[in-house]
């Protein structure tokens, strides 16, 4: 049965349509990438010196694991995407925190599935870096929210069946 939808990560899935799954976390690497460059640079503020300096990092972080997944992408036999999702911007530092912790929620609910995709293909190695990776997002996640003064969502993972 062919599954090609991102958002069904319940479901198994094949090589191919794993390699399919890693470019588009692949472009939301490069989405984070750009999204923590920029608004590390343009928030202002004296409340928010401190998440600018946590964006920058983040961004270093992110890079990391574009970094890795492409290698993993690369190992699969598939070639890296070179597009990143899109950057959503705006003149409010909330926007943009609050932008943030949408897609790192986002991020984790696609790795959850992720890891479970690879380990149902025996991809434990994979699966061992994404877990890696999910450490960090998770990490990410939360210095947003307490930077917007407010709990770390709960994310849902995959849809029901
Ligand atoms: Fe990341
Ligand atoms: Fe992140």
Redesign the pocket.
């Known amino acids: 049965m062919k599954n090609t939808d991102a958002s069904a990560g319940h479901k198994s899935v094949s090589r191919e349509e794993l390699i399919d799954l890693l470019n588009e976390d692949l472009s939301?690497?490069y989405q984070?990438i750009i999204s923590y460059v920029v608004y590390s640079q343009v928030l202002k503020g004296a409340e928010y010196m401190n998440i600018a300096g946590e964006l920058a990092k983040h961004a270093a972080?992110?890079l990391n694991?574009?970094l890795i997944v492409s290698n993993q992408i690369d190992y699969l036999g598939g070639m890296p995407a070179v597009t990143a999702k899109n950057v959503r911007t705006s003149e409010k530092a909330v926007d943009m925190l609050r932008f943030d912790l949408e897609n790192e929620a986002e991020?984790i609910r696609q790795y959850r599935n992720r890891v479970r995709q690879c380990e149902e293909l025996g991809e434990y190695a994979i699966a061992e870096h994404i877990r890696t990776?999910l450490v960090?997002?998770q990490d990410?996640l939360i210095a947003l929210a307490t930077a917007l003064g407010q709990d770390a969502p709960v994310i849902s993972s995959a849809r029901a069946a």
């Open positions: 939301r690497e984070a972080e992110e694991h574009a991020t990776i960090d997002e990410h």
